[in-house]
């Protein structure tokens, strides 16, 4: 076989079903023996989307997504996306072609350093200089992404290399086991726990797997503290049950999950640490003692408080925390602080579902939509003020059931992840709420959504603006507004341009027959335009935000 040819017979051995990417002339040859296999090829428009994609199936599924990509410029294009499943953990490998070998080092047509210049946000980065080294390198990559702690794994192939023989075999993948605790760890969390008042769990995107939930789940049952999640962890555990109070820090997190991470007395964060998301700029942190388990190797970079740092699996860690543990339920004077905090902020959603004049309220709507989807649907939000109205009025009721850059904060990603959630999941809704700004950035590839009948449903939050920063000016800037408004098209007329469906939303009064609109089957897009009052602010720990 040509080293082409092991790629993709590697890529079917592994179990790999979808690659994603857009083709050029350093990875043609790769796309010719790409057209012969059982691998379903989506072609996109932009780089920042195909490896979005990818992304966002390594994210649903626990196994790496793979992308293809032309270098040098293709390659570039990419970075974002890449750095975003680097920084919120995602197992994904990316493939990219090079300039051929002989050119090299001359400053030529295409060439960049690919490898060095990724280095920082992958786990590692390959590069075949000779055929008979690929389908070990394929091999190793794919196996290292997969590898606790998960991240991305790069490939770059020379664009004549790619025909070179390669031999007739490839090298099955083989994941490296997560590290496990000690049980005199185990045992001496157990007994912090024991002694705790007013404790609480944290739980993050480590445990936020089917095996993490589930062992979540039995150490709640026996000890029944509360638990708030970050940004990654949403949906370990459901967030309609009694003892989930929703997500902690910027970018989402409530007064309830606030206030009951300041004031714990014990905190056990698995999956997680606390970080600067998470703690506001690690300004809001708890005045108790705090145990973590999870493979994060920069813990002790971060000036957070930290009475024990367990480098292990979290899921594992749960399972053997749990039958130690002493029974236990809620209540008390932890209970009703905790009660308390909630009427607060049921007011605060409450206020902030108020009926405006001449637009929509984007939480009336979503609290509408939220009741109208299955228990089972994926949701993915964007960055930006919007994103608080997913978080607050939005629930996630199923693990891997919640896609966002949380650790990167970039724009772009939403769309992108939407689409690879609902290629992974096709027989599950897939909702996006995004800005208007956002949804700008890759609009294009509604061309994609439509030619291969992706029926995502997207939720376009449209304030003209890129309002957090617009916020912040009004706020902090003494009302100098720059650079922050801007005009958009008519975005119902946009998605029948490109084949798919929309419709406009600019009254209270339109939301039933919008949620109904967007709920049908569909295997198009569907595309909802809110036009909201830029005045309108989501319900938000406001001291906590500007303190970041």
């Known amino acids: 076989m040509k080293v082409s040819e092991v790629l993709v017979r590697s890529l079917e051995s592994y179990g790999v079903k979808r690659a994603y990417g857009l083709v050029g002339t350093s990875v043609l040859e790769l796309m010719d023996a790409l057209a012969s296999s059982q691998i379903r090829y989506v072609s996109t428009r932009h780089e920042q989307v195909a490896v979005s994609m990818a992304d966002a199936e390594g994210r ?11 270098g040098g410029p293709g390659f570039l294009n990419s970075i974002v996306s890449v750095t975003n499943a680097w920084k919120d953990g995602s197992p994904m490998l990316l493939v990219a072609g090079a300039v051929k070998k002989r050119m090299v080092g001359m400053d030529s047509w295409l060439e960049v350093p690919q490898s060095a210049m990724i280095s920082s946000v992958v786990k590692k980065a390959w590069r075949v200089e000779r055929g008979q080294d690929a389908a070990r390198m394929f091999s190793e990559a794919y196996s290292l992404a997969m590898s606790p702690p998960y991240g991305p794994a790069f490939v770059e192939v020379p664009e004549d290399v790619w025909g070179q023989e390669a031999g007739r075999d490839t090298v099955p993948p083989s994941a490296s086991p997560a590290k496990t605790a000690d049980q005199d760890e185990v045992q001496r969390v157990a007994d912090a726990l024991a ?91 708890p005045r108790g003692e705090v145990y973590v388990a999870d493979l994060d190797p920069l813990w002790d970079r971060k000036p957070a408080p930290c009475a024990m740092h367990v480098e292990c699996d979290a899921p594992d860690f749960a399972s053997r925390l749990a039958p130690v543990l002493p029974q236990r339920s809620l209540g008390g004077e932890w209970e009703a602080q905790i009660e308390e905090w909630r009427r607060a902020w049921g007011s605060m959603l409450d206020s902030a579902s108020r009926t405006r004049s001449g637009f929509v309220n984007a939480g009336t709507f979503l609290r509408a939509l939220d009741g109208s989807l299955p228990a089972d649907s994926v949701l993915a939000a964007g960055q930006g003020l919007h994103v608080l109205y997913a978080y607050a009025f939005m629930k ?60 995502v449903k997207l939720v376009i939050v449209n304030d003209n603006s890129y309002r957090v920063l617009l916020m912040r000016q009004k706020i902090q800037k003494m009302g100098r507004v720059f650079g922050t408004t801007h005009s958009n098209p008519d975005f119902v007329r946009m998605a029948e341009a490109f084949g798919a469906q929309g419709i406009s939303v600019g009254s209270d009064q339109e939301i039933e027959g919008a949620v109904r609109f967007i709920t049908k089957k569909s295997d198009v897009p569907l595309i909802v335009d809110l036009k909201i009052d830029p005045e309108d602010l989501p319900p938000l720990n406001i001291q906590g935000s500007l303190m970041f």
């Open 60 to 70: 649903v599924t626990g196994r790496p997504g793979v992308a293809l990509v032309h």
């Open 195 to 285: 002694k705790a008042t007013m404790p609480l769990v944290v739980a993050g995107g480590g445990i936020n797997s089917p095996s993490g939930a589930a062992a979540l789940a039995s150490l709640l049952k026996r000890y029944g503290a509360p638990v708030v999640v970050t940004g990654n962890g949403r949906g370990a555990v459901p967030d309609d049950d009694p003892l989930a109070l929703g997500r902690i820090g910027f970018g989402g997190g409530n007064t309830v999950a606030d206030g009951a991470l300041a004031k714990a007395d014990v905190v056990l964060c698995l999956g997680c640490g606390l970080s600067d998301v998470s703690t506001y700029g690690f300004n809001l942190t």
């Open 396 to 455: 996630v009721r199923t693990n891997r059931s919640f896609l966002a850059a949380t650790n990167m904060g970039s724009m772009g990603f939403v769309f992108p992840a939407a689409l690879g959630a609902k290629m992974t999941f096709p027989e599950r809704e897939v909702v996006a709420v995004l800005g208007d700004g956002e949804f700008l950035m890759t609009l294009q590839d509604v061309e994609t959504a439509v030619r291969e009948r992706i029926g």
